[in-house]
């Protein structure tokens, strides 16, 4: 769009520049070079509403969103065009363009905004948003800063403030002539500035100053023709000082003046207004074919206004209801697109979730199928180590009876081995043949009941040896006497066992009891046993 900025370029130059975009968005299919032939289109239909209105909502929906620059300006565009058609709906343009732009026109949008809100009358909402837009308007745009504070003391005349209307317009007329060459659109503006200076004068009832001032500007106009701002309000107020100060021939001849070019202004409502002030003129004169005459000319002219109104609306009311219809239609297909793609999830969300709930169920149903497998496998062998274990303990048992009937058969051996001891010290003329033979007999019994009991002891050392190993990698102080003892402890035999089995005395295997438990750190009333056993 900067390419179109420059006042002066022509129609030729900006269709040779639309169609340079147009041909690389055949070349590279990229949207954007059709977005900017498109946004071209939209500045050269931007008099034209019947064009204009269908270009925006077009680019609109093209865009989509993507670049907030073709947003605003579109939005700017369809603000502008109903402002004096439907206010409301012009508001809600201007909020959108307002919240979509990011650089490009807000000092712009907010002027737009605050002249909205003073045509409805809401005069502090409109210079709240004229200040915003000076606020954040380039500080070398004299011709902008100039404009807001017109704006301000276009509120100030509202408000009935008319001095400080009056300096407002003056700060904005001093900013322009501070500049040293004025290009066409500045110096029009100047003079707008100008005619607003008289009008407050004439309102502050300074009538030569407002006199002089709006003479000027009708000079101006003469040889700016193209330029309409204010001209049938200098006309009316010229007409009207005239009145006030009696200036009769001066009156007459701005009359005759306005008879001369009021068939020539391009505006129905110009002509109105050139032709209300000669009526006026007629009637105070007292001219009654005139006034007639200009009476009816006035009522042509007002139907043909309001006629050249209502097709206007009728047409620009026409363009937004099909644009309207066109969204809603857009919009409801899209709601039917999206409700089957919903729908089409729902199913397959459904459909993966019964297929997730499946799978689940059917490895849960064969985990617990396995657990159960390994329960009964685990079951199994439990009850097989027990079977074993009970054997083992049977077994265990036998050799302990075994081992308890041979030491008592030793001891009931040696109480006999002692007896015949003691017969040969008593009876000196025993047969000493004779009882030689029987302590022989008695000695190899004992011996045969050691071999029994070193056999038993034998076989449950491979079955200790572990127990033996660990207890010692507990408790490396203990001795191998001691450790030896603590198998004996560990089968629950009683001390006089042990006496016997070890060639010692019951007060010896007792002291090694009490040594061994201090070793195993144990008190005195914690069981042996139990201890032993644990480990």
Known sequence: MIELSPTDITQKEINKIKEREFEKFKKTKDEKYLLSSKLIELFQNRHNDPKLIPLVYKLLKLNDGKYNYISTICNFNLALKFENNSPRLAMQFIDIAIKSDRKYFLPHLYHAKGRFYYTEGKYSNALFYFRKSLK???????????????????????????????????????ILESKDVLDKVELNFLNVLKSNLGMYFYKLKDYRSAEKILLQEVEFYKSNEDFYANKSQIYQKLFDIYSITNQNENQKKLVEYLISIAPNLKTISDKISAYEIIQKYYINTGNNLQTKVNTERLNQLSHLFLEENKNNLKEISGLLNNEMIKSIDEKYNYEIKIEKRKNLFIITATLLFISIFIIIAISIRNKIKEEKILAEKQKQILENNEKILEQNLKIQ???????????????????????????????????????????????????????????????????????????????????????????????????????????????????????????????????????????
């Open 136 to 174: 954040v308007t380039d500080p070398n745009d004299k011709l902008y800063i100039a404009s807001m504070y017109n704006n301000f003391a276009l509120v100030d005349d509202k408000l009935n403030h008319i001095e400080s209307a009056l300096k407002n317009v003056q700060k904005g007329i001093k």
């Open 397 to 535: 048992q036998e050799k302990i009876k075994s081992l308890h009937q041979n030491l008592n058969l030793k001891i009931e051996t040696e109480k006999a081995f002692l007896e015949n001891l003691r017969k040969i010290k008593r009876l000196k003329n025993i047969d000493s043949e004779q009882m030689l033979r029987d302590l022989f007999l008695k000695v190899t019994n004992l011996m045969n009941i050691d071999k029994k009991n070193h056999h038993l002891i034998n076989e449950s050392s491979i079955e200790n040896n572990q127990f033996l190993i660990r207890l010692k990698d507990l408790y490396p102080s203990l001795t191998n006497k001691e450790l030896k003892l603590c198998t004996y402890f560990r089968m629950d035999l009683s001390s006089k066992e042990i006496s016997s089995l070890e060639n010692t005395t019951m007060g010896t295997v007792r002291v090694y009891k009490t040594k061994i438990k201090t070793k195993l750190e144990l008190d005195k009333e914690s069981d042996l046993l139990d201890f032993l056993k644990n480990i």
